[in-house]
């Protein structure tokens, strides 16, 4: 029973243009989200988390979106840099301390 | 460094034989997590400390498997009688504090079990 599902298993986008990573939820009781990027031979890196009190947070040139009806949460980042070429993974949390449920992951790859 | 770090970065094993992984969390950070990730896969929670204390074991797959943490800092995951199914990355994760969501990950050791 997967709790975060990251549906997509890849994007490739244009360097310069928006590049969008989805994750869905099925848990009500997570109230905190959170994106972390992987480079291969590395641990996850993160990147920006969201609040579920929230609908939006923005970091530079990345902004989670969060839509609690729905269940659903996206990663933007704009402009796709050659460089944010990765693993990212979306992961929730139902209370603070407590363990990260993750998603499967979607490999970005920004072409130059 | 001021990372969180793990040895040995690769670890190459018998089946059947035990393991030691061991985890330096950042200084000063109370919360402690290991995840394992196996090819293609997500990220699987195993256990969780709070200083010294697991309140958190249910992620372990089976007995064969137990960590401690020793003085609030350093843990030791410890894989006994080691299986083809145990091969995987194990992550270490460190957090703030109990009231701390961010977690910050290891490198990672690469376990494979022949």
């Known amino acids: 029973d997967q709790q975060v599902k990251q549906n997509s298993p890849s994007l490739s986008v244009q360097e310069g243009r928006i590049s969008i990573l989805n994750c869905d939820y099925t848990?009500?009781?997570?109230?905190?989200f959170l994106w972390y990027k992987k480079y291969p031979a590395e641990g996850p890196t993160f990147l920006i988390s969201?609040?579920?009190?929230?609908d939006k947070n923005e970091d530079g040139r990345f902004t989670v979106f969060l839509n609690k009806s729905a269940k659903h949460l996206s990663l933007h980042i704009v402009p796709s840099q050659p460089g944010d070429s990765a693993v990212y993974f979306c992961a929730a949390s139902e209370n603070a301390g407590n363990m990260l449920t993750f998603g499967g992951g979607t490999r970005l790859m920004v072409k130059p | 460094g001021a990372g969180v770090s793990q040895s040995p970065s690769n670890k190459v094993t018998e089946k059947g034989k035990d393991v030691e992984l061991r985890c330096d969390p950042i200084s000063g950070h109370t919360a402690l997590y290991w995840y394992r990730q196996s090819l293609g896969q997500g990220l699987e929670f195993l256990i969780y400390?709070?200083?010294?204390?697991?309140?958190?074991k249910s992620g372990l797959p089976s007995d064969r498997f137990s960590a401690e943490r020793t003085g609030g800092s350093v843990s030791t995951l410890t894989i006994q009688r080691t299986q083809q199914e145990d091969s995987a990355v194990y992550l270490c994760?460190?957090?703030?504090?109990?009231?701390?969501?961010?977690?910050?990950f290891g490198p990672g050791t690469r376990l494979t079990v022949t």
């Open positions: 994760a460190s957090s703030r504090d109990r009231g701390t969501y961010e977690q910050y």
């Open positions: 969201i609040s579920s009190i929230k």
């Open positions: 400390f709070q200083g010294n204390s697991a309140p958190d």
């Open positions: 848990n009500s009781m997570f109230d905190y």
